[in-house]
T-cell receptor, first 116, second 111 residues
């Protein structure tokens, strides 16, 4: 099946620093990628939809200036958490839609962000 | 998208079949039933999907009732590695949007 690589898997940073998370579709092109956030014992919540070559669409309540998304190519989307604070500590997961693959989404392995 | 209802948790003995139910009584004619699972600290994994016929693949079987108001995911021989949260999602094929995850069913496979 299609593979989505997400890096890093775990990051610990100090409050106020920025963290970049990469999401790559390894063997397919993805015009659309999604970024989710998951707090402990909760379900995945969509943060934003990333479209190649255009601005991302953010869900209500998600600050676009804090969570910068860049989808510069058909195989790479990045999420940058700017000026991270402890409340941003969470599990971040990306997913990619296989173009022409219908509703199947392929997910990265997730990034556990811990802000001290 | 139609709403789904799943039990919050289930236990299953290793080697036995795990049957995970899902209710989707408001499903419309063009909506498919999808199942994903999420093993702890990993991203979700696609399992199977179907419209109205029963489906089987190397991971699981999906049984959809004739009226399509409910379905059951069957893991025929559960292993400890099948311990995960299982999500039942109803969605129109090709609708381009994201998947909306409910709370799912936490399946615990016990030795």
């Amino acid at each position: 099946g299609a593979v989505v690589s997400q890096h890093p898997s775990r990051v610990i940073c100090k409050s106020g620093t920025s963290v970049k998370i990469e999401c790559r579709s390894l063997d397919f092109q993805a015009t659309t990628m999604f970024w989710y956030r998951q707090f402990p014992k909760q379900s995945l919540m969509l943060m934003a939809t990333s479209n190649e070559g255009s601005k991302a669409t953010y869900e209500q309540g998600v600050e676009k200036d804090k969570f910068l998304i860049n989808h510069a190519s058909l195989t790479l989307s990045t999420l940058t958490v700017t000026s991270a604070h402890p409340e941003d500590s969470s599990f971040y997961i990306c997913s990619a839609r296989l173009t022409g693959g219908g509703e199947k989404l392929f997910f990265g392995s997730g990034t556990q962000l811990s802000v001290l | 998208d139609a709403k789904t209802t799943q039990p919050p948790s289930m236990d299953c003995a290793e080697g036995r079949a795990a049957n995970l139910p899902c209710n989707h009584s408001t499903i419309s004619g063009n909506e498919y039933v999808y199942w994903y699972r999420q093993i702890h600290s990993q991203g979700p994994q696609y399992i199977i999907h179907g419209l109205k016929n029963n489906e089987t693949n190397e991971m699981a079987s999906l049984i959809i009732t004739e009226d399509r108001k409910s379905s059951t995911l069957i893991l025929p021989h559960a292993t400890l590695r099948d311990t995960a949260v299982y999500y039942c999602i109803v969605r129109v094929w090709g609708s381009q949007g994201n998947l909306i995850f409910g709370k799912g069913t936490k399946l615990s496979v016990k030795p």
